[in-house]
């Protein structure tokens, strides 16, 4: 009867054992996306600066499997782990790890990474590049790439300037669209600055007001 006792017990014992060593793997199989982690850390009851600010903490405390995941494969987990580089949320950050995921996360079609990425590049001076990503998130139909690429059209950078095609997109990306946010203050400078070529000054002057009231020192200086 004891012999019995000892070998249930053993049993029960190891099957613990085991169960206990594949938790963590069950746990970090999770395949996770922005959404859910933004989703685990915002609260409808405060400001977007805190929730923001959630998220980060969020992002620092789950560091080591955002990675594993990303160096797995998931593309999300890439663009969070370049987002953590580039803007200093890691005691040690390297851009150049941040662009690395994020080229990635570009090259594996995701709009956000492709996005980013385009941005970064027109950051470093590599506007042909720059261009040619939003060109091609534009022609996608994704709308957060459409007033990007109608500013490129209209300074000219990366392709040759092109004031009916800085039109078309600037348009469909912040009038059709609804994207009059501080974000897109300069959008809207140069836009304004397209209605005056055509000789549509007294519209252009609320564009202008607009961007200057969203922060647009260039804008208020025209004020």
Known sequence: MVIKKLIIWLLCLTVSSV????LPSRVADEHWTIEKLWMESASPRVSAEENTSRFNQL?????PEIIRQ????NTEMKI??????????????????????????????NSIGMYRYAMMLLEQGKEKESFQWLKKGAEQGHEIFYAALGRMYYRGWGTKKDIEKAQEWLVRGFVNTGMLTPGNREFLLDYANILI????????????????????????QEF
């Not at 990303?70 to 494969?73: E, F, L, V």
């Not at 007294?202 to 208020?220: D, F, P, Q, R, T």
Request: hydrophobic content about 45%; charged content about 20%.
């Open 19 to 22: 169960f206990a060593q594949q």
């Open 59 to 63: 992002v620092d405390e789950r560091w």
């Open 70 to 73: 990303a160096d797995q494969g």
């Open 80 to 109: 969070v782990a370049a987002t953590a580089y580039l803007n200093d949320w890691q005691t040690e950050p390297e851009a150049g790890i941040g662009l690395k995921w994020l080229q990635q996360a570009a090259e594996e079609g």
């Open 197 to 220: 070529l055509q000789g549509s000054a007294h519209v252009a002057w609320g564009y202008k007001l607009s961007a200057a009231l969203m922060g647009s020192e260039a804008a208020y």
